[in-house]
């Protein structure tokens, strides 16, 4: 022992005999210790050292025994013991894998059990229920915190006691007689602490020790069967007398069948003299026939396997092993704990698991806690089935509730034996706990449906009828019969399952018998994408109801004389202080709240709120100048009624809260509830399964072992799928009928009769088959599911004559020149694609699949397997939450941090899931810290400026962004990992149509095929459209020059006229001839120039929009769109076809302000104005397109850029010879709010 632990344990003082002596600083040693066990190293050094040197048995029981009196040193004995008798589990961890840890966890085990035996005195016990009943004597007004400390202490004390394991190296006890729990427990009753517990239990001033009651109590039973306890001191009925005389028959017949083996081996006469024998048909390691040179006694135990080792199982394929051996205990400690049960039912049971099942609920516990609840809950209702059934004394556990509970655990432990493989022994555990406890509850309702009293029965049915209608409680044995696995769950588990589906399956059958229309939940599970936020709330109304809309606007303005009331005044508040969206933001929805009012017909609320937020936002004019006359503001009023306003969609206008959505998983499980009409039939049918079977199988095998109700559970099921069913073939195996055989041949084949006419009819049954289907030998071999079944018995080619799909020989030329077409065109799904392309529609991707196989072109059919996307992972590793810390660390200053995450992560989940780990480790303590970081180029000017008129047209713009903008903002959030099938397969449809349209042909021929276009559109008077376009190639060229990235761009049309040519056939055939893709799918709105056509191809496209004859030089055409100076007529007429409505009436107010101000400005003259508007489009499909970037879909990395139009051109044609005119300071702002735009 340490020399300082030494020292201070001989200041404690020393025992006498009977009589200890303390020292005068016997409670500053004391403290001491405890110190010293604070800073214990993690071999737990100083524990094993105190436990060596007995400092509990030689020091701190007799001081507690004899100086009662002194409360502070008591107090620190009792602390200093709580943490002495703490378990090793506790102290470890775990069990641990190292051996020299393993060699210090086993010596602290050691040194518990010693203190164990050490305190199984009545003494050290009597001492702890005074001091436990003198303080509880006391009211909750006089109790200090020092007293609920001691309290806590005490029952932690005894529950550390108690949990201390045996050692079954040296107590070698039998059945009846006294272990160290059984003299442990005799002392807790002799001194009355069990009449404490039960007081703790039943006090509604108590409820706070609830937990470490109910801990205490299953530790005192965990010994005990409830079954043995109700026939402690109980004469023994005809039943068990009946079972166990059966029991003794079987075991004499199986004696007495060996001994008349031993007699027919032994001959007449010994022969000391061996042989040598040749065994005909069995051959050796050559082609000879075995010799065999030992006595022919033993022949039939002859095995080629004689003499070679043993193979290992490896540890992961080996059975589970058994939790422990039930022991009987001696009958003084039955006795009283079996009269414990009783008063602990009558008194305790309904209040202790109330205040436990509330605790659990609210997450007031520590983890693990539930399974103390559901051991008592299993046990104690046991003992009440057998000891004279009262439904009361259990009704707190009878509910629906309780059986919801317990499922919900069932589930949630299963799935840790998957994740957590480590502990996937205690989590088996923890699993057949929860299962005995439903089954508990089973035979309790069953128990009911027997009582005497109608109300007891009818509540049984009202339980009954809730669990058979719910689907949850239905299907949870199949569940579990179809998840079993041996090398994680113990037989013990499966026989306890065996009994629950039997039991359950028997009261479902009588429960259906009695009613004809039995009708229950049936629930489908769909993936469908979340709509939310996708959808934006756009107001559309036409022409004539706007202008009746703004008639009545009018006139109730003129008739208040553009006054509001004061208390509309002080309603109306446009602005937000406290909220985290950026002033631009809120700017626009108050413009959108303006329009909404307008529509809405409350010209006055509209009215305040435009000169509310003329007083917030007085910079730039953009709701009026502070010095506009009323007519104005009626006229401005107009133009934002009529202004095709964007608008975003509910959940981010909201409230700030509503972010969060942005963060949800884009897939949802929409559960479909119907009902449907029960049929038994149909539901035994589900069992008809080899992954059901199996486990059956697995029980039986331990038939002689099973108890005669556990084969009779087997039985009865197998006989429900061979015999009910007439699925006898699914028993069809070589290992069943090994089975069967051994069950045959057993000499006690009499206590098994059940089992016996059950083998002898499915053995029957097969050799009645085998005489007709010569291959059912072959079939032997190998587990069948239902349509092998079918074929076995009914004929293989039975179901599939005729149902084979034929195609003709120009289907199949047709299906070969289709796929030779697209097999190298890059599409995720060619099966998806081939599918619309063909003739016959009635054609499946089964069918398509097969035939590619047959006719050769792929060479397996997983080569066109349907690529699924998503993932349902749930619950996370060690190293992936360590994978997830570290790229949080690495990201979390990026403007978008779980952007980055979804892209580096190894399993890929969504971003909700994403968002609550990092929430749950305590990375981030709200969302909103993890929500992408926008930056806006209105945020780069300086806000102590006025704006000039081109900066307000241009914030105008870039505030509100286009409706698809909006939209597919929203979508960027969604969690692009989780899309169902049916929506790839949507999505693919389109493309592939798109690609089915794009023609083969040659330069020359495209360039005649583009003339013969671009004339007639001309003709149509597309020129404004035409010239739009070909500036908008131009545009997007230099930015790729320039940049060096290539994104796809969105054409966004800002005019009428050129939406109006978005719609016409004639120009969108010209687009798909150049190259720009289409909408992908419902979620894109505009046309795309996609990422892979380079900007001399762009080039080329863009002069081929011009007729030959008129194809400019030096670039003008390229670059004249930008110098105002420069117009021509032609694009003067187009430049005004341009102007939005919008902005053409806010110029015309501020030009009339300018004209009655005294501060004058020259007006803008048309030329401006048009390089404005040329500017706002510019500039608006420039952040969309930034804004795009992380929404495009795969589809567009597969566009083909040999679609673009590939032409000579003149390389001089697109110089950027020419300087653009426009005004330098403006043409420096773009450039600055473009490079915004791209670090965004």
């Given at each position: 022992m340490n020399c300082e632990l030494l020292a201070t344990c001989s200041a404690l003082g020393y025992l006498e005999g009977n009589t200890y002596h303390k020292e005068a600083d016997c409670l500053e040693s004391v403290k001491d210790l405890i110190r010293y066990l604070r800073h214990e190293d993690d071999t737990r050094d100083v524990r094993q050292q105190l436990g060596a040197g007995q400092i509990v048995q030689n020091d701190l029981l007799p001081i507690i025994i004899q100086y009662r009196q002194d409360k502070t040193l008591f107090d620190a004995c009792i602390r200093l013991m709580v943490n002495l008798?703490?378990?090793?589990?506790?102290?470890?961890?775990?069990?641990?894998?190292?051996?020299?840890?393993?060699?210090?966890?086993?010596?602290?085990?050691?040194?518990?059990?010693?203190?164990?035996?050490?305190?199984?005195?009545?003494?050290?016990?009597?001492?702890?229920?005074?001091?436990?009943?003198?303080?509880?004597?006391?009211?909750?007004?006089?109790?200090?915190?020092?007293?609920?400390?001691?309290?806590?202490?005490?029952?932690?004390?005894v529950r550390n006691v108690l949990h201390v394991p045996a050692d079954p190296s040296e107590e070698k006890k039998v059945d009846d007689d006294a272990s160290i729990h059984d003299r442990l427990l005799w002392a807790i009753h002799m001194s009355g602490f069990d009449d404490l517990v039960k007081f703790l239990a039943s006090a509604q001033s108590e409820k706070q020790w609830s937990m470490h009651v109910l801990e205490i109590i299953s530790l005192m039973f965990r010994d005990q069967t409830p079954e043995g306890l109700v026939s402690t001191g109980q004469a023994r009925s005809a039943a068990e007398k009946q079972r166990e005389s059966e029991e003794l028959e079987a075991l004499r017949q199986r004696e007495n069948a060996?001994?008349?083996?031993?007699?027919?081996?032994?001959?007449?006469?010994?022969?000391?003299?061996?042989?040598?024998?040749?065994?005909?048909?069995?051959?050796?390691?050559?082609?000879?026939?075995?010799?065999?040179?030992?006595?022919?006694?033993?022949?039939?135990?002859?095995?080629?396997?004689?003499?070679?080792?043993?193979?290992?199982?490896?540890?992961?394929?080996?059975?589970?092993?058994e939790c422990k051996e039930s022991r009987r205990s001696a009958i003084n400690v039955r006795l009283f704990l079996r009269e414990f049960c009783v008063d602990f039912l009558e008194n305790c049971y309904n209040h202790l698991m109330y205040l436990v099942k509330e605790s659990l609920i609210r997450e007031q516990t520590q983890q693990h806690d539930e399974t103390y609840y559901l051991w008592t809950l299993s046990f104690f209702m046991a003992f009440n089935r057998g000891n004279g059934f009262r439904a009361d004394l259990v009704s707190e556990t009878m509910s629906i509730r309780a059986f919801h509970f317990i499922e919900r655990n069932i589930t949630n432990y299963y799935e840790m034996i998957l994740t957590d493989r480590k502990e996937a022994t205690s989590w088996s555990r923890r699993m057949h706990l929860a299962l005995k406890a439903y089954q508990e509850l089973l035979l309790t309702v069953n128990e009911m449906d027997h009582s005497p009293d109608e109300s007891i029965r009818q509540s049984s049915n009202v339980i009954k009828s809730n669990i058979f209608y719910l689907m949850e409680f239905r299907e949870?044995?199949?569940?579990?019969?179809?998840?079993?696995?041996?090398?994680?769950?113990?037989?013990?588990?499966?026989k306890d399952l065996v009994e629950s589906t039997h039991l359950f399956l028997r009261m479902l059958e009588n429960f259906s018998k009695g009613r004809k229309n039995l009708m229950v939940q049936k629930k489908k599970v769909k993936r469908k994408k979340s709509q939310g936020g996708k959808k934006p709330s756009t107001v559309e109304s036409s022409p004539e109801a706007l202008a009746e809309t703004w008639k009545i606007v009018e006139e109730e303005l003129k008739a208040t004389g553009f006054q509001l009331s004061e208390s509309l005044t002080a309603s109306i508040v446009p602005f937000d202080a406290t909220s985290e969206t950026p002033l631009e933001e809120q700017r626009t929805e108050a413009m959108v709240r303006v329009q909404?009012?307008?529509?809405?017909?409350?010209?006055?609320?509209?009215?305040?709120?435009?000169?509310?937020?003329?007083?917030?936002?007085?910079?730039?004019?953009?709701?009026?100048?502070?010095?506009?006359?009323?007519?104005?503001?009626?006229?401005?009023?107009?133009?934002?009624?009529?202004?095709?306003?964007?608008?975003?969609?509910?959940?981010?206008?909201?409230?700030?809260?509503?972010?969060?959505?942005?963060?949800?998983?884009?897939?949802?499980?929409?559960?479909?509830?119907?009902?449907?009409?029960?049929?038994?039939?149909?539901?035994?049918?589900?069992?008809?399964?080899?992954?059901?079977?199996?486990?059956?199988?697995?029980?039986?095998?331990?038939?002689?072992?099973?108890?005669?109700?556990?084969?009779?559970?087997?039985?009865?099921?197998?006989?429900?799928?061979?015999?009910?069913?007439?699925?006898?073939?699914?028993?069809?195996?070589?290992?069943?009928?090994?089975?069967?055989?051994?069950?045959?041949?057993?000499?006690?084949?009499?206590?098994?009769?059940?089992?016996?006419?059950?083998?002898?009819?499915?053995?029957?049954?097969?050799?009645?088959?085998a005489a007709r289907n010569d291959k059912a030998y072959v079939e032997l071999l190998f587990w069948k599911n239902v349509g092998a079944v079918c074929e076995m018995t009914e004929g293989y080619n039975k179901d599939r004559a005729g149902t084979k799909p034929t195609w003709t020989e120009e289907e199949e030329e047709e299906l070969r020149r289709l796929y030779e077409e697209h097999r190298h065109s890059g599409v995720p799904d060619i099966v998806e694609t081939l599918l619309p392309l063909l003739s016959n529609s009635n054609r499946t991707r089964r069918h398509v699949v097969t035939q590619l196989v047959h006719m050769g072109l792929v060479d397996n059919a997983k080569e066109l397997k349907k690529q699924k996307k998503g993932t349902q992972i749930v619950l996370w590793t060690q190293e992936q939450e360590e994978e997830l810390e570290m790229l949080y660390e690495e990201y979390k200053d990026s403007d978008d941090v779980l952007g980055n995450i979804l892209k580096k992560i190894t399993a890929k989940r969504s971003r909700a899931r994403l968002v609550d780990k990092l929430l749950s480790l305590g990375l981030v303590s709200d969302r909103r810290e993890l929500h992408k970081k926008r930056s806006r180029g209105s945020k780069q000017r300086s806000s102590g400026k006025g704006m000039t008129e081109e900066e307000f047209l241009e914030g105008l713009t870039q505030d509100f962004p286009d409706e698809a903008e909006d939209r597919y903002d929203k979508?960027?959030?969604?969690?692009?990992?989780?899309?169902?099938?049916?929506?790839?397969?949507?999505?693919?449809?389109?493309?592939?149509?798109?690609?089915?349209?794009?023609?083969?042909?040659?330069?020359?021929?495209?360039?005649?095929?583009?003339?013969?276009?671009?004339?007639?559109?001309?003709?149509?008077?597309?020129?404004?459209?035409?010239?739009?376009?070909?500036?908008?190639?131009?545009?997007?060229?230099?930015?790729?020059?320039?940049?060096?990235?290539?994104?796809?761009?969105?054409?966004?049309?800002?005019?009428?006229?050129?939406?109006?040519?978005?719609?016409?056939?004639?120009?969108?055939?010209?687009?798909?001839?150049?190259?720009?893709?289409?909408?992908?799918?419902?979620?894109?709105?505009?046309?795309?120039?996609?990422?892979?056509?380079?900007?001399?191809?762009?080039?080329?496209?863009?002069?081929?929009?011009?007729?030959?004859?008129?194809?400019?030089?030096?670039?003008?055409?390229?670059?004249?769109?930008?110098?105002?100076?420069?117009?021509?007529?032609?694009?003067?007429?187009?430049?005004?076809?341009?102007?939005?409505?919008?902005?053409?009436?806010?110029?015309?107010?501020?030009?009339?302000?300018?004209?009655?101000?005294?501060?004058?400005?020259?007006?803008?003259?048309?030329?401006?104005?048009?390089?404005?508007?040329?500017?706002?489009?510019?500039?608006?499909?420039?952040?969309?397109?930034?804004?795009?970037?992380?929404?495009?879909?795969?589809?567009?990395?597969?566009?083909?850029?040999?679609?673009?139009?590939?032409?000579?051109?003149?390389?001089?044609?697109?110089?950027?010879?020419?300087?653009?005119?426009?005004?330098?300071?403006?043409?420096?702002?773009?450039?600055?709010?473009?490079?915004?735009?791209?670090?965004?």
């Open positions: 008798t703490q378990p090793a589990l506790l102290c470890f961890g775990k069990v641990p894998d190292d051996p020299v840890f393993r060699h210090h966890f086993l010596q602290v085990t050691s040194h518990l059990q010693a203190y164990k035996e050490a305190f199984s005195n009545e003494m050290v016990f009597g001492i702890l229920s005074e001091t436990l009943y003198n303080l509880l004597q006391l009211d909750w007004e006089q109790r200090q915190e020092e007293d609920n400390l001691l309290i806590e202490r005490i029952l932690l004390l060996a001994k008349r083996s031993r007699t027919l081996q032994r001959g007449t006469r010994h022969s000391r003299f061996g042989g040598s024998y040749v065994v005909q048909g069995l051959k050796s390691i050559g082609n000879n026939d075995v010799i065999y040179h030992k006595n022919l006694l033993h022949f039939k135990d002859y095995s080629h396997d004689t003499g070679k080792s043993v193979r290992r199982v490896p540890k992961r394929n080996r059975q589970a092993q949870i044995f199949l569940t579990l019969l179809r998840k079993y696995d041996e090398t994680k769950q113990p037989q013990s588990y499966l909404d009012a307008l529509l809405a017909r409350l010209g006055p609320e509209a009215l305040g709120l435009l000169r509310a937020a003329r007083e917030v936002w007085p910079e730039g004019d953009v709701f009026g100048s502070v010095d506009v006359e009323p007519e104005e503001e009626l006229e401005l009023l107009k133009q934002i009624l009529n202004a095709n306003l964007p608008r975003s969609s509910p959940e981010a206008v909201a409230d700030d809260e509503d972010d969060a959505a942005e963060l949800e998983e884009e897939e949802l499980e929409c559960v479909q509830v119907s009902e449907k009409e029960f049929n038994f039939l149909d539901f035994i049918k589900r069992f008809a399964s080899p992954s059901i079977v199996q486990p059956y199988l697995i029980l039986l095998k331990s038939y002689s072992k099973n108890t005669p109700h556990t084969n009779h559970c087997i039985a009865r099921m197998l006989h429900r799928l061979a015999v009910t069913l007439k699925m006898d073939a699914l028993l069809f195996q070589l290992s069943v009928f090994n089975l069967f055989n051994k069950i045959l041949s057993d000499p006690a084949a009499a206590a098994y009769k059940e089992l016996v006419t059950f083998a002898k009819y499915v053995l029957n049954r097969f050799f009645s088959l979508d960027e959030e969604e969690d692009e990992f989780e899309e169902s099938e049916e929506e790839e397969q949507n999505r693919a449809k389109p493309q592939n149509r798109g690609m089915r349209r794009e023609s083969v042909l040659s330069p020359v021929e495209r360039r005649a095929d583009l003339d013969s276009m671009v004339n007639a559109l001309q003709q149509e008077g597309m020129s404004g459209p035409m010239l739009w376009l070909q500036n908008c190639l131009n545009r997007t060229a230099e930015d790729r020059e320039e940049d060096d990235v290539s994104q796809a761009v969105p054409l966004v049309p800002l005019t009428e006229v050129n939406e109006d040519a978005m719609e016409n056939k004639s120009f969108r055939k010209l687009l798909r001839k150049l190259g720009i893709r289409a909408p992908a799918n419902e979620q894109e709105t505009f046309w795309r120039i996609p990422a892979k056509i380079s900007s001399s191809q762009l080039r080329s496209a863009a002069a081929a929009l011009s007729p030959r004859e008129d194809e400019p030089k030096g670039g003008e055409e390229g670059d004249d769109w930008r110098n105002p100076a420069g117009k021509s007529k032609e694009e003067g007429e187009v430049s005004g076809e341009q102007r939005a409505q919008a902005l053409r009436a806010l110029l015309l107010t501020r030009q009339r302000k300018r004209h009655t101000s005294e501060h004058t400005a020259p007006d803008l003259d048309v030329s401006s104005i048009e390089a404005t508007d040329s500017t706002v489009v510019s500039r608006s499909q420039q952040k969309t397109s930034a804004k795009r970037v992380r929404l495009l879909d795969n589809d567009e990395e597969n566009d083909d850029p040999t679609t673009a139009v590939d032409m000579d051109t003149n390389s001089d044609a697109h110089s950027d010879g020419d300087e653009i005119s426009a005004p330098v300071k403006r043409r420096r702002k773009m450039v600055l709010i473009d490079e915004v735009e791209d670090e965004d």
